[in-house]
């Protein structure tokens, strides 16, 4: 049997397992992706971008050709209801940042969220792990595994010729989606409930423009209470503005699978009404609603990522965001104990920092999911009921009565609460690690100013993403997280932080973990342009704040030290796990 040896295998080439391949590649770790499919992803799936995976984007240099392929931000502006594409709008809500009321709080970020489907995100990352010298091999089938002190033995099979081969390699992640097999073959321990209902998205082209150019959107309600059968229920989804779409028949249930192509094209008609336009078939796609954690992310030299560790339906549009986040946080652990003598223990950290965010996500998506019919009460309409009694109960909302305003103020109250769907900008950015990695300075946690959920509140406290600020650099502006490579520590300090910048210097040189260091503000080598690195650091003009390679804060010190060579010495042993620590 052939066998191939390689430092780390990556089984899976989605989201999560081709960046995980493009960063590690760039911590020249010798990396091999297999993945069972013919290519990359075969329909658009995930596509919603948030700010922070822009912001992993921009570290790995591949911003721009991820803002090229994508559909900007603006563009997702509104989250409209509807009765029929050509029908009576009856809710319109700002969604993904685009509130003006809300649009300095994303000024928190470098980054801009952006609408960029997995079809067209995926290519991007694989190419560039390839360009990077990743083996990638398609059409390669995950077998099982042995592992042992050394290594992970992978028995593989190639779909083509049938034959069976190994890899040897140092580690293995899983990236293997909803129906893991790597998972599986390590007992990873999964909770929750698999199958909570059925779904199934149709993509089809249809040149849309007359009717989204003027309410442009990435996902829209059409809510047809008056339907013969079944109340019209469907969710459409911009692809491509505005001429390529998605949409899933909540309606139709099951039963869609069974249509004909003809009858897909007459169900998408019907929630367009306007016989003028041609409609394409391009697919069918069925999934499953899931609501399942791994209550562990790794059994040994095993470590799984994505959808093999949280599974959840799209509400939010964070599964493929949470995927490449979790990449980001394993890919610097794994390459520091490769080439840094880090302890094995740094690896636990993963599970320990990932894993409740991967929680937080699973539920807030269940409860993104189970806000729909919620809105379907409010409005008071009797899914039971015949349809023309629908119609007259959905009436009710445009009336002239009391009743009509009792309808309008329940609806309101219930679309509102869709903004944890469509604006939860602090579950994606408050994301707080609390391992052994994080080494705490004695601090307590801010007490949250507003609901977490909606808000992010920026902070250097350890465990937090380092915040963001606009600073100059040899004349150019750029954000605090620039100076922070992802394949470096990173130390940033104030106009009397020499000592520090010294000390990082020294400590980087002694130990060969590779340690950027600068003072920020007059003086230093950073220019602090409008003064918000001295409030947002949260640090005095003698501290520093020192940052891991996935630019979150592994420690900070208020103020100077007595011996900042042997205190920076000590935290950073601790943080990577090191003999001593």
Known sequence: MERIETEVLIVGAGLSGASAAVMLARHGIQTM????????????????????????????????????????GDQMANHVMMTAVNGVEFGRMWTWGNDPARAGEYAASPGRGCDLPQDRFEPILVGEAMRRG???????????????????????????????????????????????????????????????????????????????????GSIFWVFQPGREGAVGNAMLRMVRPWNEWIVGFVHL???????????????????????????????????????????????????????????????NGLGGNTCIQDAFNLAWKLAAVLRWDAGTALLDTYTAERQPVGQNVVDRAIAGWHQNPA????????????????????????????????????????????????????????????????????????????????????TSRPGARVPHCWVGRAGR????????????????????????????????????????????????????????????????ERGCVLVRPDQHVAWRSEGGSDDPRAELTRVLRACLAQPGA
């Open 134 to 216: 990743v083996v990638a091999r398609y059409r390669t089938e995950f077998v099982s595994l042995e592992q042992d002190e050394d290594g992970v033995t992978t028995r593989l099979r190639d779909l083509i010729t049938g034959a069976q081969f190994s890899v040897r390699s140092r580690y293995v992640i899983g990236a293997d989606g909803g129906q893991s097999p790597v998972a599986a073959a390590i007992g990873l321990p999964l909770v929750g409930t698999s199958g909570l209902a059925p779904a199934l998205n149709v993509h089809f082209e249809a040149d849309l423009s007359p009717y989204f150019a003027d309410r442009p």
């Open 33 to 72: 992706m297999v993945s069972r499919s013919r290519w990359v992803a075969d329909s658009p799936r995930a596509h919603i971008v948030n700010q922070r995976t822009m912001e992993v984007m921009r570290a790995i240099d591949l911003e721009e050709p991820c803002y090229e392929a994508a559909t900007p």
């Open 253 to 315: 249930g099951e039963s869609v699978t069974t249509l004909t192509e003809d009858q897909l094209v007459q169900a998408v008609r019907e929630i367009i009404q306007d016989d003028a336009v041609d409609v394409r078939i391009i697919g069918m796609y069925p999934w499953r609603i899931n609501h399942v954690i791994a209550e562990s992310y790794q059994t040994g030299r095993v470590l799984c990522a994505g959808d093999a560790v949280h599974r959840h339906p799209p509400m």
């Open 375 to 458: 809105v379907v009460r409010a409005l008071g309409v009797d899914p039971a009921a015949a349809p023309a009694e629908r119609q007259a109960q959905f009436d009710v909302l445009f009336a002239d009565s009391d009743e009509g305003e009792r309808r309008r103020e329940d609806f309101e109250a219930a679309k509102r609460s869709k903004i944890y769907s469509y604006h939860a900008h602090g579950t994606e950015m408050n994301q707080v690690y609390d391992s052994a990695a994080v080494i705490g300075d004695g601090s307590a946690a801010p007490e949250p100013e507003r609901d977490v959920r909606l808000f992010y509140q920026p």
């Open 477 to 540: 502006t750029v954000s605090t997280l620039d100076l922070c490579g992802p394949e470096q520590f990173t130390l940033l300090t104030r106009a009397r932080g020499r000592a520090w910048v010294d000390a990082a210097q020294a400590v980087a040189a002694r130990t060969g973990v590779p340690i950027a260091a600068h003072r920020i503000g007059h003086g230093g080598d950073i220019a602090d342009l409008y003064a918000q690195w001295a409030d947002v650091s949260e640090i005095g």
